[in-house]
């Protein structure tokens, strides 16, 4: 059985993801509790799987999960937030979390996440784009203000700007995403008007400063 500690100052989150992960099969919610008690409960309880509220009234999430990674033994920690460009996920992921879900992931995904924790992968909402994720990671490396920018778009916008980075014309776009011509003109356009640019050339030296052009490079060539 995968133990899993939700920590949430929520009743209703916490009541809600302990229904959810308790009718799985192989995992068992061992507690739910707000952010004071999470350090001593992980103690007594030995949870494999802790699930950290970012944001707490009591105690700040960031400083839980300080707390937790200097354990002897860790759990594994992915935090939870109800925004996926909240600017504490970046310290978090920094921090040693595992991954974050958003608080409306959708229930039927949730235990497979949580197996994947158990398994070692970073886990991420289906909403949060990997290129984000790693925008933030190396951040040091990658300008903040491209990477605020790259984050107002959809996942769907992100790959037209890789796709167009990487020198593809309208057309090619919609073969390789199975999309017709005028689909793809409707994403460029959001692209440009998200980024603030007039031209391809400017998007993609946005893309490149955010970060998304190398990731997408390392994928496709796994």
């Known amino acids: 059985m995968i133990r899993v500690l939700v920590v949430d100052d929520e009743a209703l989150v916490r009541m809600g993801f302990s229904h959810i992960l308790n009718a799985a099969d192989d995992i068992e919610v061992v507690g739910a509790v707000q952010g004071g008690e999470a350090v001593p409960t992980v103690r007594e309880l030995r949870p494999d799987v802790v699930l950290l509220d970012i944001r707490m009234p009591d105690v700040d999430g960031l400083t839980v999960l300080a707390d937790l990674r200097g354990l002897q033994d860790p759990p594994v920690v992915a935090v939870l937030t109800t925004f996926d460009t909240d600017e504490y996920v970046a310290t978090a992921l920094r921090s040693g979390a595992a991954g974050f879900l958003l608080k409306d992931t959708d229930p039927e995904q949730l235990p497979a996440l949580v197996r994947a924790l158990t398994d070692g992968g970073p886990v991420l909402s289906s909403k949060v784009t990997r290129t984000v994720v790693n925008g933030y990671l190396d951040a040091d490396t990658r300008e903040p203000s491209a990477v605020r920018l790259a984050a107002r778009l959809t996942e769907r916008e ?18 390789r995403l ?20 007039s031209s391809r050339v400017q998007a993609a030296l946005i893309a490149e400063r955010a970060g998304l052009l190398a990731p997408a490079e390392d994928e496709e060539a796994g």
Do not use: Y
């Open 158 to 175: 992100r790959t037209v700007l890789v796709l167009m980075a990487e020198g593809l014309a309208n057309n090619d776009i919609g073969d």
């Open 178 to 197: 199975h999309l017709s011509t005028g689909t793809v003109k409707g994403h460029v356009s959001a692209v440009f008007g998200k980024l603030q640019v």
